[in-house]
């Protein structure tokens, strides 16, 4: 896949994300879960952002951790939001299967990162 693609996918996720804070901050009156789920949600494009800028396959490597484990983040925030009736289901169930994609994405490159720069040690 292509960093720019991923990059894209993030940036995309980022504005549902907003978009739902907007509308449990406003209409729900939710402030601080859904404060988190802006954070988490909002992290991960910024760090695969800051991935591509990387100085060193380590640099990169930490970077796309960072935005994986934001990713596992979001997750949470979106599974509690909807359990707790402040999300739609059906929204909930999209923005979920929109993150996993991500998720899955972020591990495996950081799967093929991590063992690439083992063959990279003498």
């Known amino acids: 896949m292509n960093d720019n693609n991923l990059y894209n996918k993030c940036y995309a996720f980022a504005i549902?994300?907003?978009?739902?804070y907007q509308h449990l901050s406003s209409e729900k009156k939710e402030f601080v879960l859904s404060k988190q789920l802006l954070r988490s949600g909002t992290s991960i494009g910024a760090n695969v952002a800051e991935a591509n800028g990387g100085i060193s396959t380590a640099d990169f490597s930490s970077k796309i951790s960072l935005a994986y484990k934001e990713s596992l983040e979001t997750k949470y925030w979106l599974s509690l939001l909807r359990d707790t009736n402040y999300l739609d289901?059906?929204?909930?169930?999209?923005?979920?299967?929109?993150?996993d994609e991500l998720s899955k994405i972020l591990f495996s490159i950081l799967k093929s990162t991590r063992i690439n720069s083992k063959h990279l040690k003498p």
């Open 16 to 20: 549902r994300v907003v978009r739902a």
């Open 89 to 99: 289901s059906s929204v909930t169930e999209s923005m979920l299967k929109d993150v």
